[in-house]
C-alpha cells in the first residue's frame, strides 16, 4: 500500500525520458533549455505548496528565498579573494578545500569558493532567515506570515538593488558550473544541455518524493489537521506551532535549492527574480495547481514557467499570473484541476478501468 505513493514518481521519470526521445526525433532539443529552467522553478511551488495546502499558511516572499539561494552562490562563486591570498584566514580556507582558483570569460585568474561550500552556505542561510521570521510570526494568527514574508522580499529586493556585492541593477555575471559528481556539472551550455535536463528533474523528483513521504506521514496527518482546524490539532496534542514552522523552513530551502541551482545553469542572476510579482505567480501557480495537489502544482509551476520562459503571453506576462490568481480564487478555489466537472470526470475513468 505504500509503495503506491510512488507510482506517479515512477510515471513521471518515464514522461520525462519520453519527452526528451520526442525533442530528440523532432529536432527541438533547444526547449529542454526553457524546461529545465522550469523545472527548478518548480522546486519552490513544491516547497509552497507544502506550506499553503498543508501547514495553511501563505507566504509572499519565496521569490525572496529563491533570491537568497541563488545571490549566495553567485557571491561566494565569483568574489575574487586573490588580493587577500596570502592571509591566514584565506590560507586555511584553501587547506581545507573550500577555494577554488578559476579563469573568468575573460581569462582573470579568480580565487573564490567552491560551489559546494557556496551551495551549502546558501541553504544554511536561507534556513537561518526563515527560521528568523517564523519564529515570532507562526504563533501569530491570520495572514501575518503573509505579511512578514512580504516585507521580506521588499528588504531583500531593495538591498540587492543597492549594494554593489550583487550587482545592483546589473546582477552578477560569469558564475561559474557546479561540478557534481564526476563528470556531472550543472551548467547550461549547449553541450550540456541533455546532461541539465535529467539533472534538473532528478532534483524535481528528489523533492516530490520527499514532499510525498512528508504527505503520507504521521507529520502529514498533522498539518492537513492543522489547515482543517488549527485548535482542533492543538487540543488534540499536536504541536501545531513546531509543525507550521518546521513547514515554512522547509518550503524556504527548496526555494534556495531552485535558485542556487538555477543561478549555476544561467551562470548569472539579476534583480528581477526578486520581485514581489514572481512571489505572486509562485501563488498563483500553486492556486492553479491545488493547494494540496502536490503533483498538480508541480505540473502546473513547469507548465506555465515554460510558456512564460518562451515568451508566450509577452509584454502582458505578470498581468497574466494576475489574472490567473483572480480567476482561480473565483471561480476554482481549490484549484484547476479539483473542479467538481473535471473531478467526476476522473473518477468516471477510474471506475471503467477497474471494470475493464
Known amino acids: 500500500m505504500r509503495l503506491r505513493i510512488y507510482y506517479p514518481v515512477i510515471a513521471a521519470a518515464v514522461l520525462i525520458v519520453v519527452l526528451h526521445v520526442l525533442l530528440a526525433t523532432t529536432g527541438k532539443t533547444f526547449y529542454m533549455t526553457q524546461i529545465t529552467m522550469s523545472a527548478y522553478y518548480a522546486l519552490v511551488v513544491i516547497g509552497l505548496c507544502l506550506l499553503m495546502g498543508y501547514a ?6 519565496h521569490a525572496g528565498f529563491f533570491a537568497t539561494g541563488g545571490y549566495t552562490v553567485a557571491v561566494l562563486t565569483t568574489y575574487n579573494l586573490s588580493s587577500y591570498s596570502k592571509t591566514p584566514f584565506v590560507e586555511s580556507l584553501r587547506s581545507l578545500g573550500l577555494l577554488v582558483s578559476w579563469q573568468d570569460l575573460y581569462g582573470h585568474e579568480i580565487l573564490s569558493f567552491s ?8 541553504v544554511l542561510l536561507t534556513a537561518l532567515i526563515a527560521l528568523a521570521i517564523g519564529l515570532p510570526v507562526i504563533r501569530l494568527k491570520g495572514h501575518y506570515l503573509a505579511m512578514a514574508t512580504l516585507g521580506f522580499g521588499l528588504i531583500i529586493y531593495r538591498i540587492v538593488l543597492g549594494a554593489k556585492i550583487f550587482g545592483q541593477a546589473d546582477g552578477i555575471s560569469g558564475v561559474p558550473p557546479f561540478h557534481l559528481l564526476g563528470d556531472l556539472q550543472i551548467n547550461g551550455r549547449p553541450p550540456f544541455r541533455i ?3 535529467y539533472i534538473a528533474w532528478a532534483a524535481v523528483l528528489a523533492a516530490m518524493v520527499l514532499a510525498l513521504n512528508l504527505v503520507h506521514s504521521r507529520v502529514g496527518r498533522a498539518l492537513r489537521s492543522i489547515h482543517e482546524n488549527e485548535e482542533a490539532a492543538h487540543s488534540l496534542g499536536i504541536d501545531t506551532y513546531r509543525y507550521k514552522l518546521a513547514t ?4 524556504a530551502v527548496l526555494a534556495a535549492i531552485g535558485g542556487a541551482m538555477l543561478t549555476h545553469y544561467n551562470g548569472s542572476i539579476g534583480p528581477s527574480e526578486v520581485t514581489v510579482m514572481k512571489s505572486v505567480r509562485y501563488v498563483a501557480i500553486v492556486a492553479v495547481g491545488g493547494m494540496a495537489n502536490l503533483w498538480g ?6 507548465l506555465l514557467n515554460f510558456l512564460s520562459l518562451r515568451g508566450v503571453f509577452g ?8 489574472a490567473i490568481l483572480i480567476g ?21 475513468l477510474s471506475r471503467r478501468r477497474r471494470n475493464d
Do not use: C, E, K
Open 248 to 251: 515554512f523552513v522547509l518550503s
Open 328 to 348: 482561480i480564487m473565483l471561480f476554482a478555489p481549490q484549484g484547476l484541476l479539483r473542479v467538481p466537472r473535471l473531478q467526476a470526470m476522473t473518477a468516471l
Open 115 to 122: 560551489p559546494w561550500p557556496a551551495f551549502l552556505a546558501a
Open 315 to 322: 509584454s502582458f506576462d505578470d498581468a497574466v499570473f494576475g
Open 195 to 197: 546532461q541539465n535536463y
Open 56 to 61: 495553511g499558511q501563505i507566504s509572499l516572499g
Open 297 to 302: 502544482a508541480m505540473v502546473m509551476g513547469v
